[in-house]
């Protein structure tokens, strides 16, 4: 099993930044896929980015390219959702997520086995 435990939101400006981190504690040798998710009230969990845990390869939502950045400690066993230039329809519930199981799409929520508690993110206008 592996536990996942969000942490870094709050409330922030638009055009501010905020940096989520996601500790991961358990059987995360089993770890090959590190993703962010998150949810606004009333809609759908969405893909935001996503990272390879060896290989480093990362993918984005189209909405947060070049705004967010996903990267990892390995040795530290922690995924870093840094956002910058963060927008009101930023606002959501973040969650970090793990797969143990390899599969091409970063971005379907049903490939994740783990997810954490979530960490509010409110982006004020």
């Known amino acids: 099993q592996v536990q996942l435990v969000e942490s870094g939101g709050g409330l922030v400006q638009a055009g501010g930044s905020l940096r989520l981190s996601c500790a991961a504690s358990?059987?995360?040798?089993?770890?090959?896929?590190m993703g962010w998710f998150r949810q606004a009230p009333g809609k759908d969990r969405e893909f935001v980015a996503g990272?390879?845990?060896?290989?480093?390869?990362?993918i984005y939502a189209d909405s947060v390219k070049g705004r967010f950045t996903i990267s990892r400690d390995n040795a530290k066993n922690l995924v870093y959702l840094q956002m910058n230039n963060l927008k009101p329809e930023d606002t959501a519930v973040y969650y970090c997520?793990?797969?143990?199981?390899?599969?091409?799409?970063?971005?379907?929520?049903?490939?994740?086995?783990?997810w954490g508690q979530g960490t509010q993110v409110t982006v004020s206008s």
């Open positions: 997520a793990h797969t143990a199981r390899y599969y091409s799409d970063f971005s379907s929520r049903t490939n994740y086995d783990s």
């Open positions: 358990g059987r995360t040798f089993s770890s090959v896929t």
């Open positions: 990272i390879r845990w060896i290989s480093g390869i990362t």
